[in-house]
């Protein structure tokens, strides 16, 4: 079975501009969770999305937002760039058909943003 | 107070020993609890989930979960080298099911 997939891996990005990350879940999975890792605060949610629904956020200002289709996938955009969005953005998927391991996520590779 | 807490570490040990980490959370109302391996430039792999109290054993890995003491543990033994990593605990709670709240995570080190 095919894992989590993150698009782009890697992206460099100036001041003020706006950045749109992708994600794709297991297959089967109907949530996709967002999270960001820095070295300085380790890793902070950002929100969760179930069935094309926004059903958890984290504290991030306005400028963090995101979205999921109905065939699962996830887009979270960055607006207004800040040197400190600089980070690791991982996706995660969860809630399959397996009811046992509902609540496991499972992390895609991540994408690397840097702002310069 | 923060959410979950891990034993900040570094922690080392000679291969073939066994290795302890562990984590305590605040909210009692947590429901499911996980141990991550992130090796260094990689994203957080699960290696265990338990949701009861008592031991769950899974190859050389045992997740130990004690509810009343809001505690949560993971041994591995005989480690490896390649166990090198830092150990993140995460845990839910019953209210947001699809978050998850981590530990700033344990960094391990094993010593031929």
């Known amino acids: 079975k095919a894992g989590v997939t993150q698009t782009p891996r890697y992206l460099i990005k100036t001041r003020g501009q706006q950045v749109t990350l992708s994600c794709s879940p297991i297959?089967?999975?109907?949530?996709v969770s967002w999270y960001q890792q820095t070295p300085g605060q380790g890793l902070q949610f950002l929100f969760e999305y179930f069935s094309e629904t926004q059903r958890n956020k984290g504290n991030f200002p306005g400028r963090f937002s995101g979205r999921q289709f109905s065939n699962s996938r996830s887009e979270m955009n960055v607006s207004t760039l800040e040197l400190g969005d600089s980070a690791l953005y991982l996706c995660?998927?969860?809630?399959?058909?397996?009811?046992?391991?509902?609540?496991?996520?499972?992390f895609g590779p991540g994408t690397r943003l840097t702002v310069t | 107070q923060k959410e979950v807490e891990q034993n900040s570490g570094p922690l080392s040990v000679p291969e073939g020993a066994i290795a302890s980490l562990n984590c305590t959370y605040s909210?009692?109302?947590?429901?499911?609890f996980f141990w991550y391996r992130q090796y260094s430039g990689k994203s957080p792999e699960l290696i265990m989930s338990?949701?009861?109290?008592g031991d769950k054993e899974d190859g050389r890995f045992t997740a130990q979960l004690n509810k009343a003491s809001q505690y949560v543990s993971l041994l591995i033994r005989d480690s490896q080298p390649s166990d090198s990593a830092t150990y993140l605990c995460a845990v839910t709670r019953g209210s947001t099911l699809g978050r998850l709240y981590f530990g700033r995570g344990t960094q391990l080190t094993v010593w031929p």
């Open positions: 909210d009692r109302g947590s429901q499911s």
């Open positions: 338990i949701y009861s109290n």
């Open positions: 297959s089967g999975h109907r949530s």
């Open positions: 995660a998927s969860s809630w399959g058909p397996d009811r046992g391991s509902l609540y496991e996520q499972y």
